[in-house]
């Protein structure tokens, strides 16, 4: 089977501008869950989608927002890029939603750079 | 979620066991221990899990105590592609997942 995908690996912004990431999930596996990743704040949750609702959501502005749609992929947008939104940016993809306990497999994640 | 305590780093020969060892005192019944790894700048790999018995699969093995305050993964035969930060986590149905600081592992031939 092949595993999560992540596109683009990198990317380059400038302040203000936004962005698309996506992310293909493993084959079946309905949740996709995004996280972002630094050396300051360590892994922090943004939002899990099942079946193409949002299930959860963590701390962070709406400036984040994501979807998903009916084949699982899913897309995550930010808007209005900061200096501070620098980041890898993780998408993790399950069979089962976070509620059923489901092991979540991570994808190469797509490196961010704010200028 | 319960927290854990792992060894900043580590080193190991190329070719011996690697055993990394984490403590989760504070462990509750429904709780699962997870090991994820990451490369640098690479995404995190899932590794193993387990709830009460010892696990195992072509990666590792997971020995989990008695008690389940503290368990060990075991790399059988590291690799210098086994060096990574190695991620000792516990967690439950609905919880999100969270890094701590990790088991920096450095494989040396």
């Known amino acids: 089977k092949a595993g999560v995908t992540q596109t683009p690996r990198y990317l380059i912004k400038t302040r203000g501008q936004q962005v698309t990431l996506s992310c293909s999930p493993i084959s079946g596996h309905r949740s996709v869950s995004w996280y972002q990743q630094t050396p300051g704040q360590g892994l922090q949750f943004l939002f899990e989608y099942f079946s193409e609702t949002q299930r959860n959501k963590g701390n962070f502005p709406g400036r984040f927002s994501g979807r998903q749609f009916s084949n699982s992929r899913s897309e995550m947008n930010v808007s209005t890029l900061e200096l501070g939104d620098s980041a890898l940016y993780l998408c993790?993809?399950?069979?089962?939603?976070?509620?059923?306990?489901?092991?979540?497999?991570f994808g190469p994640g797509t490196r961010l750079l704010v200028l | 979620d319960a927290k854990t305590t792992q060894p900043t780093s580590m080193d190991c020969a190329e070719g011996r066991a690697a055993n990394l060892p984490c403590n989760h005192s504070?462990?509750?019944?429904?709780?699962?221990v997870y090991w994820y790894r990451q490369i640098h700048s690479q995404g995190p790999q899932y590794i193993i899990h387990g709830l009460k018995n010892n696990e195992t699969n072509e990666m590792a093995s997971l020995i989990i105590t008695e008690d389940r305050k503290s368990s060990t993964l075991i790399l059988p035969h590291a690799t210098l592609r086994d060096t990574a930060v190695y991620y000792c986590i516990v967690l439950n149905a609905g919880n999100m997942l969270t890094f701590g600081g990790g088991t920096r592992l450095m494989v040396k031939p």
């Open positions: 504070t462990i509750s019944g429904n709780e699962y």
């Open positions: 993790a993809s399950s069979w089962g939603h976070r509620g059923q306990g489901e092991t979540q497999y």
